[in-house]
């Protein structure tokens, strides 16, 4: 008897890339605006998902009845509900950098691939050195990442999703740039109008209420209660 899980992914598969588009163009030009409830989702969504998968291979006998697999998914689901609503101060407050995180291992991941270098641990290197790069910088400059990190994420994932029905998304070992396919240029150029595009649009739409939002929460507490 095959997992749940495994139909339902398999299901899924044609369709992975147009949910990437969606929910990239989503983070390119509305992604401050939806940040926390995205953020909020994907921590509902991996808490479910980990405590199904985890109870289900652990506990449940292979010949279990769909009812019995559909209640177990509604109870994680709901599990997975609970835990966002106890961590959500904690995750709201968190996303800005982890996004900022994620666009400077984004940056240095790519950076990495210029290279040509094809060693595992340097690559770990620039990744980790790229997050923790953008999480700090991301942490001071918080109005900036809502709006043009998140267009900068977006347009990645958007790419992403486009590449999983044309293909040809790897990088040549060699860094010449004759050798590079023209598929990849068209991907960069595409990357490069999605994130400017995105970053405009949301700067104009977003950026100054984000940048009061962030001025008031830098605000000392006595003073925004007017105490003194």
């Given at each position: ?93 968190a996303a800005v ?8 291992l984004f940056l ?30 991301g942490h001071k ?88």
């Amino acid at each position: 008897m095959k997992l749940p899980l495994s139909v339902i992914m398999k299901a899924l598969g044609p369709y992975f890339g147009f949910i990437c588009i969606a929910f990239g163009a989503l983070m390119t030009y509305a992604g401050a605006k939806f940040l926390f409830v995205a953020i909020s989702f994907m921590v509902a969504s991996g808490v479910s998902a980990f405590s199904f998968m985890l109870i289900f291979n652990l506990f449940v006998p292979v010949n279990a009845s769909a009812g019995v697999a559909g209640f177990l998914l509604f109870a994680c689901i709901v599990l997975g509900g609970v835990v966002t609503y106890l961590t959500y101060k904690v995750t709201t407050k968190a996303a800005v950098p982890v996004i900022a995180g994620f666009c400077g291992l984004f940056l240095l991941w790519t950076l990495y691939g210029l290279t040509g270098l094809r060693i595992k641990v340097v690559r770990a290197l620039f990744c980790v050195a790229g997050f923790a790069l953008g999480a700090f910088l991301g942490h001071k400059a918080q109005a900036y990442v809502k709006t043009i990190g998140t267009a900068f994420i977006g347009a990645n994932i958007i790419i992403l999703g486009v590449s999983m029905y044309a293909g040809n998304i790897d990088m040549p070992n060699s860094t010449n740039p004759k050798e590079v396919p023209k598929a990849i240029w068209a991907y960069f150029a595409g990357w490069i109008v999605l994130f400017i595009s995105g970053s405009v649009v949301q700067w104009k739409m977003f950026g100054g209420e984000n940048e009061k939002e962030d001025a008031f929460n830098d605000e000392d507490e006595a003073k925004r209660c007017g105490c003194f």
